[in-house]
């Protein structure tokens, strides 16, 4: 309380009584400083192994109720200093604590953990640097395509302009109204980016006052702001940097053929800002996974973010939490077998109950109820298009319903020559903003076909030792289509027109892959069906500062 009180109250450099660029602070004297005295107090030898951090870590310190006076003694028996470190506790300890509550324990010396969190410091340091530099490309690159997108709305007004002067003057008025429909939508393009951007920079402030605080901290020997540094620094590295914002392209349609009718009708293009806008990220090598979790069965994978998954088994009465990172799992019970399920954006649940031909809702507390009947259709697989509207597999057809569910939209079951487009469509997953991708699971194979039905490609799963049947299918960001073909123990890669890439689990001997989702970030958890019962977490992009 009194460091917070004294913290409010400085104003003067407690060594020359300086007033301007107070921004020091000497936890060993303990003083305040300005620019100057502190570039002296660093020289001097005396003074250069003194504990200084800057103002801004001081107040967040405070703030955080940390008491950095009494650093170094032992939390157990205060009359003590600090000398060891318990791994098998994860706690410091001194000479006492060792001979009674921690007799038996693993030990390691106090200079020794300092120095791996030093080290594990350095690391993240250095991948935060890379990080600083993708943030600025990322700058740029959403800045790029704003201008692109700036030219085709200034061509696109031209376009209006030029079809208005060819039409009497009773339509003027309506492209005047046209064209405050795409600024508005420029503006509202303008404000999107500002507002990644602003994201971005916060990013590049937080690294530059960290990387300067843990440059300071280097010769440090207090375990306490060592690692304090070095969990902000990994807090500021899981702040996602790719881009998330969505870009509206105005086009223009003439419809006009005689006075009497309207001028034309605008369209807005809804496309995401690409961090690789000429070609799809590479893949990585597929060389090792991580085996997250045992004793559960995944056949169906929703991520919430790269740590985080909901998953259920299709005989179970379950959904499934689970947090890798935090290891937490928790679970919502139900009174019917969950076959398919999807997460909208309010975090409730849209669940496929086949045996009762029924769309459910279940809140994240696990209250249900009926959303509407699918009979006598069965729906086994669902996903959400970029509306938020609910994409239902139903047995030989593929239906779109509205968000609430109460009103079908489209239902695709033949392509535009009139042939049966599925044989049993199990799992869908969006691909883009404009196609779905649908394992045909009896077909034998991948179906796609755009928001419109029409097919545009199909994929037959190549030389394989059993029949290829496509069990779940997702897809990532940049287009990636991702196959489960478990009776052949494989994944299968495609691109976004359906040519085959790669097979990921050839070296990561992978069993009988049957759940699949991929993150933002480059990751894709696959659940094995088989026996083992394993979860794997498998990084299927390079890191784009490695790149």
């Known amino acids: 309380m009194a460091d917070s009180i004294q913290l409010q109250a400085a104003r003067d450099c407690d ?3 300086g007033h301007e660029n107070i921004n020091w602070r000497c936890l060993t004297c303990p003083a305040y400083m300005c620019e100057k005295c502190y570039g002296l107090h660093r020289s001097r030898k005396n003074f250069r192994k003194h504990d200084i951090i800057s103002i801004e870590l001081f107040k967040k310190q405070n703030e955080l109720g940390l008491e950095m006076t009494r650093i170094g003694k032992c939390p157990a028996h205060p009359q003590n200093e600090i000398t060891l470190d318990c791994t098998t506790c994860g706690v410091l300890v001194c000479h006492v604590c060792v001979a009674k509550m921690h007799n038996g324990h693993m030990f390691d010396d106090l200079q020794s953990t300092i ?28 800045s790029k395509e704003l201008d692109s997108v700036e030219m085709k709305a200034k061509e696109t007004k031209e376009e ?29 393009n303008q404000s999107s980016v500002s507002n990644a951007n602003s994201k971005l920079q916060a990013v590049q402030k937080d690294i530059e006052v960290i990387a300067k605080d843990a440059q300071n901290k280097m010769d440090s020997t207090n375990f306490f702001v060592i690692n304090y540094l070095l969990n902000e620094a990994r807090k500021i590295d899981d702040v996602d940097l790719r881009s998330n914002t969505s870009l509206s392209v105005p086009t223009f349609h003439d419809e006009i053929t005689d006075a009497s009718k309207r001028l034309g ?71 019917f077998k969950v076959k398919g399920f999807v997460i909208d954006k309010h975090g409730n649940f849209i669940v496929c109950d086949v045996d009762a031909h029924r769309l459910m809702h279940v809140t ?13 259709q069965k729906p086994w697989g669902i996903c959400l298009n970029h509306r938020q509207q609910p994409v239902v597999c139903m047995d030989k057809s593929l239906v779109v319903y509205a968000p609430d569910c109460q009103t079908k939209l489209q239902e695709f079951s033949r392509d535009q020559y009139g042939n049966p487009l599925f044989t049993w469509s199990y799992r869908v997953a969006p691909n883009g903003v404009s196609d779905y991708c649908v394992a045909d699971t009896d077909g034998c194979k991948v179906v796609t076909i755009d928001m419109e039905g029409t097919l545009k490609w199909t994929y037959s799963g190549g030389k394989t030792r059993n029949k290829f049947k496509p069990w779940n299918i997702c897809c990532d960001k940049h287009m990636y289509v991702f196959v489960a073909d478990t009776d052949n123990n494989k994944v299968h890669v495609l691109d976004k027109f ?8 050839d070296i990561l001997l992978i069993e009988q892959p049957r759940g699949l989702a991929a993150t933002y970030d480059g990751t894709l958890w696959i659940g094995e ?13 390079k890191d784009p500062w490695d790149i």
Request: hydrophobic share 35%; proline share 4%; glycine share 2%.
């Open 160 to 188: 209006i302009i030029k079809s208005r002067d060819a039409r009497v003057a009773l339509i003027i008025a309506e492209s005047d109204k046209l064209i405050e429909q795409v600024d508005s939508r420029m503006k509202e």
């Open 115 to 142: 120095g791996k969190s030093k080290e594990k410091l350095s690391s993240c340091l250095e991948k935060l640097q890379h990080k600083q530099i993708y943030a600025q490309d990322q700058i740029g690159n959403s």
């Open 265 to 335: 009708t605008l369209q807005f293009d809804v496309f995401e800002v690409s961090e690789y806008p000429n070609s799809s990220p590479p893949l990585a090598d597929f060389t090792e996974s991580s085996i997250v979790h045992t004793r559960v069965i995944a056949s169906e994978i929703r991520a919430v973010s790269p740590s985080q998954i909901w998953y259920s088994y299709f005989n179970e009465e379950h959904l499934q939490y689970l947090d890798y990172r935090e290891e937490r799992a928790s679970s919502l019970s139900l009174n």
């Open 15 to 17: 060594l020359c009584e």
């Open 364 to 376: 994240p507390e696990g209250n249900v109820s009926i959303l509407c009947s699918t009979h006598p």
């Open 498 to 505: 359906g040519k085959f890439i790669t097979y990921i689990t």
């Open 529 to 541: 069906e088989n026996d083992s019962r394993k979860l794997h977490m498998v990084k299927y992009l």
